[in-house]
């Protein structure tokens, strides 16, 4: 595909439920970023690989968010026993380079409910 | 900690005018700014940038200013048309030395445009 592309689009989780979202890059982009956006705020870090490589895990909330890129292309946000404060966009990003002075393309997201 | 701060939640500008947009940040080590539009159901997109070394971009319709010494840019959008009314997310980039950006992003300003 032309640009980034996230699956599902909606997830809607009971408490306690294991979540797994994709985030599919545009090809041959080497950063990529997953941010999380609560209602009304901006995107908040999460995580960033460069190739399959995690460089920086620094945002993640807690040791319930774990994220791979296992072959440095698509990649998987887990969230397991999700809470009600995981209620939230997440956001998928990728770069042609590491540096990302430029620009990030973004996908259009991933709404998470949990209720 | 907030480090990027768009202070004004909402603007509502008429169509032709100017709409101003602006943004504040704490760290001197941000080296990059961006702005991103985001229209709902949609990931947010690259609009403009400006290095730190810089005080003025202009792309177009669009134009960012940089006050390094009071730690603000604004973005002017001249004139404003119905399309431009999304959210506008100021963003900052800082270098890590793994070798790689994080773009670290404010609370958006909503931006509605009438006719």
């Known amino acids: 595909g032309a640009g980034v592309s996230q699956s599902p689009r909606y997830k809607v989780a009971k408490r306690g439920q294991d979540v797994a979202l994709r985030c599919d890059p545009i090809s041959g982009h080497v950063s990529l970023f997953w941010y999380q956006q609560a209602l009304g705020q901006g995107p908040e870090f999460l995580t960033y690989f460069q190739n399959e490589a995690q460089l920086d895990k620094s945002g993640l909330p807690s040791d319930r968010f774990f994220a791979e890129r296992p072959e440095g292309s698509v990649s998987t946000l887990k969230i397991q026993r999700t809470q009600q404060e995981d209620s939230a966009v997440y956001l998928c990003a990728s770069s042609p380079g590491a540096r990302t002075n430029e620009k990030l393309f973004f996908g259009s997201g991933t709404q998470l409910s949990v209720l | 900690d907030q480090q990027v701060k768009q202070n004004s939640p909402s603007l509502s500008v008429q169509e032709g005018r100017i709409s101003i947009l602006n943004c504040d940040y704490t760290?001197?080590?941000?080296?990059?700014f961006l702005w991103y539009k985001k229209y709902p159901a949609e990931g947010p997109t690259f609009l403009i940038s400006i290095s730190s070394i810089k005080d003025k971009n202009e792309d177009g319709r669009f134009t960012v200013f940089l006050n390094k010494s009071a730690k603000h840019l604004s973005l002017h959008i001249v004139p404003s048309q119905p399309g431009d009314s999304a959210v506008y997310f100021c963003a900052a980039s800082v270098e890590f030395s793994g070798g790689y950006n994080k773009l670290i992003f404010g609370a958006g300003t909503r931006l509605a445009v009438h006719p």
């Open positions: 760290n001197s080590m941000f080296d990059y």
